[in-house]
C-alpha cells in the first residue's frame, strides 16, 4: 500500500518531466569526475572523493606537483554545477507533486472569498444535464449562480463553464452554508436523485434565512413529500418535457 502511494506521486510525469534534470546533474558527476582524475592525475575514486570534500585536493598536492589552482577551479565549478542541477530536480519534483494542489487551494481560496461577497444569488445543487441546463440560462440572463457538486468530473465541468462552485455533498448543512445558502434567494434540487433532492430541501429549510426551494423528483408520488420536506416547487421534468411537446405536436389553429 505504502509503494502504490509513493508511486500514485511519483508517477510516470514526474518522471519523465525529470529527466533533464536528472541527466543533466548524471552528466555533470562523470564530468567533474573524469575531469579531476586527468588534472590530478589519480583514480577515479579520489577523484569522486575530490567532489565531496574539496580540502583533500589541497592535502593531494602538498605532496605531488601539478595544475593545483586549475584543478581547484575546475572542483568548484563542478560543485556548482552539482548544487544547480540537484535544485532544479528537487525544484520539479516538488512543482509536478504538489504544484498542482496548491493551485488547486488557492483556487479554492479565492472561490470561497467570491462566494462570501455573493448574495441574491441562486444555488443549483447537481451539475448533470438538467442542472447544468438551468445554470447557464441562469446565467445567461444575468442571474448569478453557486453550483454544488460532489462529482469531479461534474465539478471540473463547472469551473469550464465559469460558475461559482462548492465541492461537497449538498445535504450537509455546512456545505449549504459554503454556498451562502443564508443569502440565497432561490434553491434547486436537481440531482437526478428524488430521495436526495428531497433531503435537500430538508436541510435548506432549517438555515435562519432559508431561500425559495426548487425539488425535482422523479416521478408524481414524491411531490407531496417534496411540499412537506419543504419545497416551494416541485418539477417533474419528464411532465414538463411531454407538456411542452404536446404543445409543438398541437395543430395550429385557423385564424379568425
Known amino acids: 500500500m505504502a509503494l502504490d502511494n509513493v508511486w500514485h506521486y511519483f508517477d510516470r510525469q514526474i518522471l519523465r518531466r525529470t529527466l533533464v534534470p536528472i541527466g543533466v546533474f548524471v552528466v555533470t558527476v562523470v564530468a567533474g569526475v573524469l575531469g579531476l582524475s586527468m588534472l590530478g592525475n589519480v583514480g577515479l575514486v579520489e577523484a569522486t572523493f ?3 570534500d574539496l580540502t583533500s585536493i589541497d592535502l593531494h598536492f602538498e605532496e605531488h606537483t601539478g595544475p593545483e589552482r586549475a584543478t581547484k577551479a575546475y572542483a568548484i ?48 445543487c447537481g451539475y448533470g444535464m438538467f442542472g447544468r441546463t438551468i445554470a447557464n440560462r441562469l446565467t445567461e440572463a444575468g442571474q448569478t449562480v453557486v453550483v454544488i457538486e460532489i462529482d469531479e468530473t461534474h465539478a471540473e ?14 445535504r450537509r448543512e455546512q456545505v449549504l452554508r459554503s454556498a451562502g445558502v443564508e443569502r440565497a434567494t432561490k434553491l434547486v434540487a436537481a440531482i437526478d ?21 426548487l425539488v425535482r423528483v422523479g416521478k408524481e408520488m414524491y411531490e407531496p413529500v417534496a411540499r412537506e420536506a419543504g419545497a416551494d416547487d416541485v418539477i417533474i421534468p419528464e411532465v414538463v418535457s411531454g407538456e411542452r411537446v404536446t404543445r409543438l405536436l398541437e395543430p395550429e389553429r385557423p385564424a379568425d
Request: net charge negative; charged share 20%.
Open 50 to 52: 575530490w567532489l565531496v
Open 77 to 124: 565549478l563542478v560543485t556548482v554545477g552539482l548544487i544547480l542541477s540537484g535544485l532544479w530536480i528537487g525544484e520539479t519534483v516538488v512543482t509536478e507533486a504538489f504544484g498542482g494542489r496548491i493551485q488547486s487551494e488557492v483556487s479554492r481560496a479565492t472561490m470561497h472569498r467570491r462566494i462570501e461577497n455573493t448574495d441574491d444569488h441562486v444555488i443549483v
Open 193 to 213: 436523485d428524488s430521495n436526495v433532492n428531497i433531503q435537500i430541501a430538508i436541510v435548506s429549510g432549517t438555515a435562519t434565512s432559508s431561500p425559495d426551494i
Open 157 to 170: 465541468r463547472v469551473r469550464e463553464d465559469g460558475h461559482l462552485l462548492v465541492t461537497g455533498d449538498a
